[in-house]
């Protein structure tokens, strides 16, 4: 008869995870709840991760701009605004991986202010398929398969990715390096 062990061990336990809703919204372990928004809850802080907020933010702010008509459609589907899109989310990008990187710390006000110019960014890439604008879809998923590209190469030549990886996936089981 074949039988399978009950528990599989993967090296020393790591610290415990946070559970449920905590880990969803902040994707950050306990110790780095310094890179969250801490808002106050009945049953204790609710944990935000402070770049997604900025991209809630940003997104919120780009639907506002656009159901108020502050700015016609139009103008937000020139060719000359998708470019400032597309190069919207480059501080998000350049800002984390300098963290992940070169180890330091950003700023909540930085991830923030990221977060939102990532958040409009996405928001646009909606509107962009809302208007069945399919031609610019294509090119605005190509930036960000290549912002998402070059994010995983810099990872993988500097050797951050392992940390990177060790950081957001605790207890992960990683090849020897």
Request: hydrophobic residues 50%; positive net charge.
């Amino acid at each position: 008869m074949l039988t399978f062990p009950r528990r599989v061990t993967v090296g020393p336990p790591g610290p415990p995870l946070p559970t449920g809703r905590s880990f969803l919204l902040s994707h950050h372990l306990p110790g780095h709840y310094d890179r969250t928004i801490s808002v106050p809850g009945t049953r204790g802080s609710v944990h935000l991760c402070t770049r997604c907020t900025g991209q809630a933010l940003g997104g919120l702010g780009y639907l506002v701009v656009l159901l108020t008509g502050a700015l016609a459609i139009g103008v937000l589907l020139e060719p000359r605004v998708q470019v400032l899109w597309a190069v919207a989310p480059l501080p998000a990008a350049a800002d984390w991986l300098r963290q992940s990187v070169r180890g330091g710390e950003s700023t909540n006000a930085r991830r923030l202010l990221t977060g939102g110019l990532l958040g409009a960014a996405l928001f646009d890439v909606l509107l962009l398929a809302a208007t069945r604008q399919w031609s610019d879809l294509l090119i605005a998923a190509a930036v960000f398969l290549a912002y998402g590209l070059a994010v995983a190469a810099v990872l993988f030549a500097s050797g951050a990715w392992r940390r990177v990886l060790e950081e957001h996936l605790p207890g992960i089981a990683l090849p020897p390096s």
